[in-house]
């Protein structure tokens, strides 16, 4: 199991357990102090006596080499910000199954859809859901409703000796 810490606080306690073994200390003091385990404390103490305090450096885990270099990346996000329509496509709505359809014809990877929007989040994008409004929609005559025809229909209920509420009563069922 990995210890818990970042690199550089795993380092650190290395290079203190090794400071507390050349004051002087024991193997097993030394642990009790770092809060390791005894064999720990004696890999440390050879390695620093094979190669020095480089030998106790944190090392990077690099995982996974990206499969876009970053000036494929930069150039993803300049087709991005251009848009779908610049890029080919019918409409003007980017899908990550599109993105991974042009990463594919234009940098020869292949990306799961999934993935593609970790890809696009890193560059600094952000899912947006579009508003879903009718092509036809026609925005002066929603505004000349809002103005006129709403407000009269307001002001006749309000003159109106008719109440707008109601209630009910549930109904007396008698089965016999």
Not at 2 to 27: C, H, I, M, Y
Not at 96 to 103: G, S, T
Not at 151 to 173: D, G, T, V
């Amino acid at each position: 199991m990995r210890p818990t810490g970042s690199a550089a606080q795993l380092e650190a306690r290395r290079l203190r357990a090794v400071d507390l073994l050349r004051d002087g200390k024991s193997n097993t003091e030394v642990a009790r102090l770092v809060g390791v385990n005894l064999s720990s404390v004696k890999r440390w103490k050879r390695a620093a006596a094979e190669g020095g305090s480089e030998a106790l450096a944190a090392k990077p885990n690099r995982g996974r080499p990206p499969r876009l270099t970053p000036e494929q990346k930069q150039e993803l996000a300049q087709i991005v910000r251009a848009g779908p329509l610049a890029a080919g496509f019918r409409t003007n709505l980017w899908t990550c199954r599109r993105v991974a359809q042009v990463i594919r014809q234009r940098f020869g990877v292949e990306y799961h859809r999934d993935h593609v929007g970790r890809v696009l989040h890193a560059l600094g994008f952000t899912q947006q859901k579009p508003q879903r409004r009718a092509t036809q929609r026609d925005e002066a005559a929603i505004e000349h409703w809002r103005k006129r025809e709403w407000e009269r229909i307001k002001k006749r209920a309000a003159n109106s000796k008719l109440s707008l509420r109601f209630s009910m009563k549930p109904a007396s069922c008698s089965s016999r």
